[in-house]
Every structure is written in structure tokens, then in C-alpha cells.
């Protein structure tokens, strides 16, 4: 039998990940807005200067180990994730991310570097799976309705965002996407990184994992059985 605080380390950690990203996000934009325009550049472009070349990676990697956390298979069945398509699709939104803070972006408006593709294709592909992580676990329906419901709601913006990041990126010079390109890409960041914290919350207590199922069936049966001996010998006095 594993301790309560074997059980419950990977919401923690996860927690913990996804607040050093929140921190880092706001960190960003607070100390090198004069660097980076919000409105129109994406936020890998604060890799390229200092502060940002440490804050940035750190805050992705925050990512990176909320969503393996809480990928990780536990010996609790309570204490993780069921949904498998949830936890697969954290996995491998993980290990991208890691790509994408080992390979920066390019500094022009056009990639131009094999780091530049790597990191631009496993940005997105990180972010379509936590996308579809969100929405795998919302539509699996597990309980604590209440968390469930804001994760599908993180998820659902998340989605519509990320459609409109596919089409600023792809979307003819003519339209002027790109004039206002920056804005769904860090509601999408913002979004996943509450979404991340509502998944770990309720993994990371005690009250919702500590207790294995089916320890409390053991007395009510115990007193059932009690009840019925009573009866069949004739000393119930109700």
C-alpha cells in the first residue's frame, strides 16, 4: 500500500508546473514588452533576448511536466486520469513541448532554420493535443462536475483558438492576419495552463485519492450481515 503522499505527488507536481508557466507568461509580457509586440509577434520571439531566453523555456517546460504528471499511470485507480485518449494526449503534448523550448524560433516574420520548423511544428502539434485532452476528458465525464465543466470550457477555447492560429499562420498576406496573430496564441496558452490546473487539482489531495475504493463497503456489509443475524434468531427488538 503506498502513503497518501505517493498518491497524490503528480497533481502536486502538475500544480506546480503549470502556475511556474502562469508565472513566467505574465513575468514575459511585464518585463519585455518593448521587446516582443503582444498584438502582433508570437511568444516563442521572447526566447531571443534575455530575460526571456530563461523565462521562456521555463515556462514551457512548466507545461511539459504538468501535462507528464499527470499522464502517469497510477497504483490509485482514483488517482489518475481514466480517460485514456486524456492521458496519451498529455504524454505526447509533453514531450513536444520539450522540443519546443530545446529548439527556438526564428527571429524574422518567416522560418527560416531547421530550429525554427521544429519548433513551430511541435508547438502545434502540442497544442492540438492538449486541445484534444481537454475535450477527451470533458466529453468522458468523470466526477467533481464542477472542475469537469471549466475544463471543458478551457478546452472549447482552446479549440476555437487554435483554429485561428492555423489560419494566421496559413492565411494570405492580402488578409492581413498577421496584424493581430499574437492575441489567440496567448489566449491559448493561458487557456491550457488553467486547464492543466483544473486537471490537477483534484488529483492532488489526500480527500479524493486517500482512501481507497471500497474500504467503506467493508462495515456497512459487516453491519448488514450483523442485522440479518438478529433477525433470523429472533432478537431484533424493533
Known amino acids: 500500500m503506498t502513503s497518501p503522499g505517493e498518491k497524490v505527488w503528480p497533481g502536486r507536481v502538475a500544480m506546480v508546473g503549470a502556475s511556474t508557466a502562469i508565472a513566467c507568461f505574465v513575468l514575459l509580457h511585464m518585463w519585455m514588452g518593448d521587446f516582443v509586440d503582444p498584438l502582433r509577434r508570437p511568444v516563442s520571439l521572447y526566447a531571443l533576448e534575455a530575460p526571456g531566453s530563461v523565462l521562456f523555456p521555463l515556462g514551457v517546460l512548466g507545461v511539459a511536466v504538468a501535462a507528464m504528471a499527470l499522464s502517469l499511470p497510477r497504483p490509485v485507480r482514483g488517482a489518475q486520469l481514466r480517460c485514456i485518449l486524456t492521458r496519451a494526449s498529455l504524454g505526447a503534448s509533453g514531450a513536444l513541448l520539450v522540443l519546443v523550448a530545446l529548439f527556438p ?14 519548433h513551430r511544428y511541435a508547438a502545434g502539434g502540442a497544442f492540438l493535443l492538449l486541445t484534444v485532452a481537454g475535450l477527451a476528458h470533458a466529453a468522458h465525464g468523470v466526477r467533481h462536475r464542477g472542475p469537469v465543466r471549466a475544463i471543458g470550457v478551457t478546452a472549447v477555447i482552446s479549440a476555437v483558438t487554435f483554429v485561428v492560429i492555423v489560419f494566421n499562420t496559413f492565411a494570405p498576406v492580402m488578409l492581413h492576419a498577421q496584424s493581430w496573430s499574437g492575441i489567440p496564441q496567448r489566449i491559448l496558452l493561458l487557456a491550457h495552463a488553467v486547464m492543466l490546473m483544473f486537471l490537477a487539482a483534484p488529483l492532488g489531495t489526500s480527500r479524493w485519492v486517500g482512501i481507497r475504493p471500497g474500504m467503506h463497503a ?11 443475524m438478529h433477525v433470523l434468531s429472533g432478537t431484533d427488538n424493533r
Not at 524560433?105 to 521544429?118: H, K, L
Not at 467493508?218 to 440479518?228: D, L
Open 105 to 118: 524560433t526564428d527571429a524574422g516574420y518567416r522560418v527560416a532554420s531547421w530550429s525554427g520548423e521544429i
Open 218 to 228: 467493508a462495515p456497512r456489509k459487516r453491519e448488514s450481515m450483523g442485522t440479518n
